[in-house]
């Protein structure tokens, strides 16, 4: 008989005063991404009429820091930390009290929200969780730093043809000239895949990215230099081409810079990096065409003539450009 009368009066007395029901969330994200933060009170059974008979408190590690009084319409942040926070007393009434407040005021941590309904009151808690994105994905990272470091080494391999194969045809101010820049591209190209290492995004990363896109325009001037400078070049069909190609390259990859750089979760990685690869191969081409012009100018003349070759060659693209 006793356990029997316990059990009874326990049950009356947890039924007690009438409770308000949440939807309960265990938990709810926020990135850096997200500019404000809704911590999110839903009671499924309010009855009230009039905000006046509607209070709201919120609470964070034991302390109040947002109350809505219906009674005297006062709703305020009671705690510096979370100046920015508020709730919209017109949603009360169909039972939300989330509380919104900027995500720079947002600490992880479990927040109580307390609604009081006349008699009826209850409670929920939720915990709010920090979740770190990556600006880019791992993979679309490493080829953001990847194609560019590409396309300056390829242009290094260039230089390296122009100055060994062509240094007699070749006057010194277009190499130090060729030189300068290309080292002003690589310091570029350098720091910018400093600033843009992997994580979260950030004005950092994003100057970084800009580093690393912006100034691959030396290359094409570098790609039409050194095609003007190798006497066998010049501006051939195949030339062009392989500079049409780098100019595609490039205005991909600045509309992908463009489209990417003010997007906390980009959508158009694939266009930047299709841009940039475009960027690497066209590098690639020059520096094979370069390779294969240059050989073959070697095949046709015997070795004994190779010191020689760079100064024939250079007389007769003199020939053929100078009409008098
Ligand atoms: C709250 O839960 C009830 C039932 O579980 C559901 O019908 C209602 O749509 C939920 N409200 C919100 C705002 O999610
Ligand atoms: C953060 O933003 C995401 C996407 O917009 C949203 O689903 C999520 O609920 C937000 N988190 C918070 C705590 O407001
Ligand atoms: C509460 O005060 C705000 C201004 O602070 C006003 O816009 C709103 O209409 C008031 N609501 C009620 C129910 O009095
Ligand atoms: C604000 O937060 C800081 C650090 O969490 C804490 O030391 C300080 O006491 C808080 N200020 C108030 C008014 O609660
Ligand atoms: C929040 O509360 C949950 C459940 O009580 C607990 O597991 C979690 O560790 C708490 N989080 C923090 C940051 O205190």
């Known amino acids: ?5 316990v059990l009874l009066l326990l049950g009356s007395a947890s039924r007690g005063s009438a409770q308000l029901i949440f939807n309960i969330t265990k938990f709810v994200d926020y990135t850096t991404c997200n500019q404000t933060v809704v911590i999110p009170c839903i009671v499924n059974n309010v009855e009230a009429k009039s905000l006046r008979e509607m209070f709201v408190k919120w609470k964070f590690r034991d302390i109040y820091f947002f109350s809505y009084n219906g009674e005297k319409n006062e709703s305020k942040p009671s705690n510096s930390n979370f100046s920015s926070a508020y709730i919209v ?10 509380l919104k407040m900027d995500k720079s005021q947002a600490v992880p941590g479990n927040y109580t929200c307390e609604v009081t309904e006349l008699t009826r009151e209850g409670e929920t808690t939720i915990e709010l969780k920090y979740r770190v994105v990556s600006w880019f994905s791992p993979n679309e990272n490493i080829l953001i730093v990847i194609f560019p470091m590409l396309a300056v080494l390829l242009f290094w391999g260039q230089f390296g043809i122009v100055t060994l194969k062509y240094n007699a045809s070749v006057t010194k101010e277009k190499t130090i000239l060729l030189f300068v820049a290309g080292l002003v591209l690589t310091t570029f190209v350098i720091v910018g895949a400093i600033l843009f290492v992997p994580g979260e995004y950030s004005t950092k990363r994003a100057s970084g990215l800009g580093l690393i896109v912006v100034p691959t325009v030396i290359l094409i001037l570098l790609q039409y230099s050194v095609f003007m400078i190798a006497p066998a070049i010049g501006m051939s069909s195949f030339s062009i081409t392989i500079l049409i190609l780098q100019v595609l390259g490039f205005v991909l990859s600045v509309v992908g810079l463009s489209l990417c750089v003010s997007e906390c979760t980009p959508m158009h990685g694939p266009l930047l990096i299709s841009g940039l690869g475009i960027i690497a191969l066209a590098e690639l081409l020059g520096l094979v065409y370069m390779k294969f ?3 073959n100018q070697r095949a046709i003349q015997p070795p004994r003539k190779a010191v020689e070759e760079p100064l024939n060659a250079f007389k007769e693209s003199k020939g053929m450009m100078n009409d008098e």
């Open 89 to 98: 007393p017109e949603a009360l009434l169909s039972g939300i009290a989330s």
């Open 293 to 295: 012009v240059a050989s």
């Open 1 to 5: 008989m006793w356990p029997l009368l």
